[in-house]
């Protein structure tokens, strides 16, 4: 089992930065993946950045180049730093969590709302 707590949600303006983060409630070391998935109103929810194997990473080729995921292994917390925000960017994100490899992503958090808005 993992809990997963983000925060760092907020309003922006669009060119704008934030900054959110996941706390998990065991060791990073101990999870195969965890990364970060949005969902806008009245689409499915996306992929937005990953850790998968290591610390290799997978982002939405709309992020790339703007959202920089990232860890620290002593506060078994990761981050997603967003940069160059554009309204489009605007969803609740969760941080998801899975412990075994090759099943889906099946621990989530409450989620976290970005708007980007003027």
């Known amino acids: 089992q993992v809990q997963l707590v983000e925060s760092g949600g907020a309003l922006v303006q669009p060119g704008g930065s934030l900054r959110l983060s996941c706390a998990a409630s065991r060791s990073i070391f101990s999870i195969a993946a965890m990364g970060w998935y949005r969902q806008a109103p009245g689409k499915q929810r996306e992929l937005v950045a990953v850790?998968?194997?290591?610390?290799?990473?997978d982002y939405a080729d709309s992020v790339k180049g703007r959202f920089t995921i990232s860890r620290d292994n002593a506060k078994n917390t990761i981050y997603l730093q967003m940069n160059s925000l554009k309204p489009e960017d605007t969803a609740v994100y969760y941080c998801?969590?899975?412990?075994?490899?090759?099943?889906?992503?099946?621990?989530w958090g409450q989620g976290t709302q970005v708007t980007v808005s003027s």
């Open positions: 998801t969590a899975k412990i075994v490899a090759d099943k889906p992503y099946n621990y």
């Open positions: 850790f998968t194997k290591g610390s290799s990473t």
